[in-house]
């Protein structure tokens, strides 16, 4: 049973089901650094699936073993343009954590059914920052901290929403999609280094203080008391992650 986010995610893709000789034609939205489109080639090869994964994103920030692996294809687009590719083509769409920074959430969705194939799936995930758990030594703080970073729009982002994690199902309610499964997990990370997730969601808590020097002051102090947890091993985070498989209906005479 798979238990990271990535590969949780390969999973509901569900990439064994394909059949034919011809490669899955697999598209992920906001691709990043490729550690989906890495859980997803591993998926397939388990599968004995062959795959092609469209990875996409506004810029470029693949990790090397994935953008020069020849089953991925590396799609840079600018924002707010349709989806590169023609009508029911795609056999799966993956979209994690793409979402609250689109203008039009629920335009994505309506791209994802245009260019899925008829029975072809959406996996549509995302976390729901408010709902961080930080271990920490003064937990009201926490809370006022969590609630600023929420209601944050990170500098260089447009849009951000950090509860859309509870919102997926709606938006998946109001779209042309069938909805096949609903589920959720707490993504879990005890470390707390500079490489790690909490580390980055912290530096937004941070940086979400930066109109408030007082609270500044009490969020940097507070970044501190984490590290003494991390040194005393009793450091703890989790997210819950919303995860959505959707399929595009397959008309009644096909
Ligand atoms: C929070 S990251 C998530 C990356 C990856 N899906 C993951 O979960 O590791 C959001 C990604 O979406 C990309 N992005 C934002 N707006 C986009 C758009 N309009 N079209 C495609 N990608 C977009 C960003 O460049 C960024 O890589």
Known sequence: MPVGRYDRIA???????????????????G????RTVRALLAGAAEAGVPIRVHAIDT????????LHDERVRSLIVPEDQPLPFRDATL???????????????AGHLLECHRVLRPGGLLVLAHSDWDTVLFASEDDALTRLLIDRFVNDVPDGVRNADG????KLLGLADASPLEV??????????????????????????LAATRDDPRLAAAAAGWVEGLRRLARQGRFLFTVTDVALVLRRPVPVDA
């Open 163 to 166: 509860f859309m994690g509870r």
């Open 11 to 29: 999973a509901l893709a569900a990439l064994d089901a394909h059949e034919g000789p011809e490669p899955i034609q697999v598209a992920e939205l």
């Open 180 to 205: 096949i499964s609903v589920g959720a997990w707490a993504d879990v990370h005890l470390r707390f280094d500079e490489d790690s997730v909490a580390w980055k969601v912290a530096m937004g808590v």
């Open 91 to 105: 056999d799966r769409v993956i979209s994690l954590n793409v979402l609250e920074h689109l203008p039009h959430p």
């Open 31 to 34: 691709a990043g650094h490729g």
């Open 59 to 66: 810029g470029s920030c693949l990790d090397d073993d994935v």
